[in-house]
DNA sequence: TTGCGTGCAAAGGTTTTGCATGGCA
DNA sequence: TGCCATGCAAAACCTTTGCACGCAA
């Protein structure tokens, strides 16, 4: 089922590189067509797709479901961020996404295991809000 | 900005019903649609979505971000079962939608803003994971 | 040579929008 | 009458899939 992925390609290669070298910062597949487009070097979003679910499967990046500007969609990080064991905290105001230690999530998830045997998954944790800087707005 | 809903019309009224039927159950534009065509009182689904828009600018209907069959979709629950505080656990083997008691989530909460002043929407909280069924198939 | 990756194009699903019609105050 | 809601249809997006071609081992 876990087909490795080999990176013997360009795109491959250059798909993964990009999404580490955002450290973090969250791309979706149409950001990145964009980017590759604007570097002279452009690959087909179906490619862009097969990479990202393949590199999803194998550990490398992490798939988060998010608000999008128009509809929900779906947004990806590299693997890096993610074995830091963030949360995410998206501003519903300025769309801004944050990062925060997902420690503090630990006992939430220890208490809903021990009373419902739900086992939490660190790694697609959204939570949404305002940040302060649109709050002041308000 | 934000236009009071009158419920004048049959459809209006219908759309709003029909969601607090459900109790806390969530649905999907779709699924509301499919609900009203069984029942033999069609409803266009721009309608639909023109009324869920309304019901949640009013906070009578609340709006979530949640993986779909096929692509992130938008589901949608009556203020009822936001008002009690739930948050939600999605279960990434069978896609049940499970609710639990947010006070867990109080003090994550309080801390973050305390420390990054992001003010944490409750009505918004989903966490991803596997239940205890899916979890023992594995 | 063989298999896998790629790109194009089409399909599928969800959500939004434009516009003419129709219903309610 | 006048405003607003409705429904149809089309458009806009995002994501997936089929298929033929081409690159890499």
């Given amino acids: 089922m876990k087909r490795p992925v080999r990176y013997r390609t360009k795109q491959s290669k250059a798909i993964l590189s990009y999404i580490v070298s955002l450290k973090g910062e969250h791309a979706t597949a149409g950001s990145i067509?964009?980017?590759?487009n604007d570097t002279g070097f452009p690959i087909g979003i179906a490619t862009i797709y097969r990479h990202l679910e393949r590199l999803v499967e194998c550990g490398q990046v992490h798939k988060y479901t998010i608000d999008g500007v128009s509809g929900a969609c779906y947004q990806y990080c590299g693997k890096d961020e993610a074995e830091h064991r963030y949360l995410h905290l998206k501003?519903?105001?300025?769309?801004?996404?944050?990062?925060?230690?997902?420690?503090?999530?630990?006992?939430?998830?220890?208490?809903?295991?021990?009373?419902?045997?739900?086992?939490?998954n660190p790694r697609k944790t959204v939570l949404y809000g305002m940040c302060a800087n649109c709050a002041q707005k308000d």
């Avoid at 067509?33 to 590759?36: R, T």
């Avoid at 519903?92 to 006992?107: F, M, Q, S």
Wanted: glycine fraction near 6%; include cysteine; charged fraction near 25%.
């Fill in 91 to 120: 501003c519903e105001g300025c769309g801004v996404i944050a990062h925060y230690p997902y420690d503090e999530l630990d006992h939430v998830e220890q208490s809903i295991y021990e009373e419902s045997s739900f086992k939490i």
């Fill in 33 to 36: 067509q964009a980017h590759f």
